[in-house]
């Protein structure tokens, strides 16, 4: 390990305790069956928390199992997941991959994962179109057990303000780039507590950087404000 990434890895560390230090380590409570966390992170792309609940909620209640749904009319299917946005999409993405599934397996179920190392569960998943590398670590973390670092747009704009993710590395990329800095032990609360960080206090607009725990280890904090705390332009 270089001089350059050692320093990161301790960076990412630091970053990872103080988050501790100032939410707690989170906990998982009733995590979802695999194959129900795939359709849900599905639906979540590009839609908020609330939204995807209401349309995960309508294909629980409208089916009586996903073989149901994976065999239903495509429009009866959109129409369901309105809620969640980009139905005309998911609807057809959703049942496409339930389909693949069945054929490859024999069988709807992807519990077999858990038994697979983190790197071959997470290429299985990445096979199927709509199945992107922040939705396949979802699953893995969430669901399977497998340690996988997610990140939204809400891991990606802190990374990238605390100049720990360099500044032209996409979403996509990121996620192999921070599982190599942060502990493997960390990945589910350090997810959860950035995610929690940047919903309460650095914003995507006008974040709170006074009030944040990682201030002072912050590029962007560092550019922006003072040795007193003001904002430069204010200074």
């Not at 944040?212 to 922006?224: G, I, R, T, V």
Request: proline share 6%; net charge negative; hydrophobic share 40%.
């Amino acid at each position: 390990m270089n001089a350059e990434k050692a320093k990161l890895v301790g960076r990412a560390k630091a970053i990872h305790i103080s988050l501790l230090d100032s939410y707690g380590s989170p906990d998982w409570i009733n995590p979802l069956p695999p194959l129900d966390e795939l359709i849900s992170t599905i639906l979540s792309q590009n839609t908020n928390d609330v939204n995807r609940d209401v349309a995960f909620h309508a294909l629980k209640e409208a089916y009586k199992n996903w073989k149901t749904l994976r065999d239903a009319p495509e429009e009866e299917v959109i129409d369901f997941i309105r809620p969640a946005g980009l139905a005309n999409q998911k609807g057809p993405r959703i049942q496409s991959v339930l389909k693949q599934i069945t054929k490859l397996r024999g069988e709807l179920s992807i519990d077999f994962l858990a038994n697979l190392s983190p790197e071959e569960a997470r290429q299985w998943l990445l096979q199927f179109k709509g199945v992107g590398p922040k939705t396949a670590a979802i699953v893995l973390q969430y669901s399977l057990g497998l340690p996988a670092f997610a990140v939204d747009t809400h891991v990606y704009r802190i990374m990238g303000r605390l100049g720990i993710k360099p500044e032209a590395m996409n979403a996509d990329k990121a996620h192999g780039y921070l599982e190599e800095l942060f502990p493997t032990e960390s990945y589910f609360a350090a997810h959860i507590n950035l995610i929690r960080l940047g919903r309460e206090i650095c914003h995507a607009r006008k974040p709170n950087c006074p009030a944040c725990p990682l201030s002072q280890d912050c590029d962007y904090y560092a550019e922006h404000y003072d040795a007193q705390g003001r904002l430069l332009d204010e200074a």
